[in-house]
């Protein structure tokens, strides 16, 4: 993996190594554009308790860490969402706590509530985007795990 690559040329010789590299070992090659940096969120919708839920909170190794997170009954909107994620005892990280820039908690609350309209709509089982980085302005799912159901 080489990440932090800048520039036509840079990424031209990034690639040719990569490429090889792969060829080698009958891999492929798969570019991405690097996620902005922020902080972690942990967003998922599940149907295993009595009603479907969304979970949310402080992502990748502060979800196992801090057990902090926020359950949501679904459906739920973005507003909803955002009132749950001020909940946290995290919260503060996400609106600015200690000098630090606040960052896009309604995108957040935006993304959440896909996820578990997406959960809905397709009869799914589970699906898991940890970690959910939030930027100033914006978040994007960095990773996904996603589990069919019967309907699915």
Do not use: F
Not at 2 to 18: D, F, K, L, N
Not at 57 to 72: C, Q, R
């Amino acid at each position: 993996m080489i990440t932090g690559v800048v520039g036509e040329s840079a990424i031209r010789t990034a690639y040719a190594e990569v490429a090889r590299l792969a060829g080698e070992h009958r891999g492929e090659v798969l570019v991405e554009a690097m996620a902005p940096g922020g902080v972690e969120l942990i967003v998922a919708a599940h149907r295993g308790g009595i009603v479907p839920a969304l979970v949310v909170g402080l992502g990748g190794v502060w979800t196992e860490l801090l057990d902090d997170v926020a359950i949501v009954p679904l459906p739920a909107g973005a507003g909803r969402i955002e009132r749950a994620i001020d909940e946290l005892r995290g919260a503060p990280v996400l609106r600015g706590a200690r000098g630090r820039a606040a960052v896009d908690v309604p995108a957040a609350a935006a993304l959440a509530q896909k996820v578990g309209e997406v959960l809905m709509e397709r009869g799914l089982q589970a699906v898991e985007c940890n970690p959910v980085l939030v930027a100033e302005t914006g978040a994007v799912a960095v990773d996904a795990a996603i589990q069919g159901g019967a309907d699915a």
